[in-house]
């Protein structure tokens, strides 16, 4: 399916906003008129690409995703993501390169209580090495990966940086519970 450069920008606007986002916000990431943007907005719709949540506000849909390269995340990936997984193939924290901490976490709801607790030079460590990206994209949610890569090339550090990796892991880990749960009970 061929989709325009403008129409994808507006897609990855959506998804780095990681919520609902009205027509002014989008017009002003991609310095366009807002009557342009809306007739793309429009497209999207028409697609399935986006929705409109009323008020002005847009928000990316699974089909949207998708389309951006995320897989659809269904019960069982949910699981999957979720998961605890054999020690050695679990995240073991370090200081630093051979400085390991002796703590470790095998699933991903783990590894977001330690981050609220790890010391915060090994958070810094691992984050701008992609050590988390890596051992997240190993259990299967590459669209965690990619957002803790824009954490990481955001420049924050110290505290900031800790709430935001946090609130992005509790963020999705809250997301996949949802879809386990959700099918579970159907």
């Excluded at 630093?96 to 609220?116: H, Q, T, V, W, Y």
């Amino acid at each position: 399916m061929e989709i325009s450069e403008i129409k994808m920008r507006i897609l990855r606007i959506l998804w780095q906003f990681n919520r609902p986002a009205y027509l002014r916000e989008i017009s002003g990431e991609l310095n366009l008129k807002t009557r342009s943007v809306n007739m793309h907005l429009l497209g999207l719709r028409r697609k399935g690409y986006v929705e409109a949540l009323g008020n002005g506000l847009y928000a990316l849909t699974d089909l949207g995703k998708e389309l951006l390269g995320f897989p659809r995340i269904d019960e069982n990936l949910a699981r999957r993501i979720l998961s605890k997984v054999p020690f050695e193939s679990a995240f073991h924290f370090y200081f630093g390169e051979n400085s390991p901490l002796n703590i470790s976490s095998d699933n991903l709801i783990d590894l977001c209580d330690k981050i609220r607790e790890i010391d915060i030079r090994s958070l810094e460590f691992h984050l701008f090495r992609g050590d988390f990206e890596n051992w997240i994209s190993f259990l299967g949610d590459i669209e965690l990966a990619k957002r803790l890569e824009l954490i990481r090339k955001s420049n924050l550090s110290g505290g900031n940086l800790r709430e935001k990796v946090y609130e992005c892991i509790k963020v999705r880990c809250d997301e996949l519970l949802k879809i386990s749960e959700i099918k579970n009970d159907i």
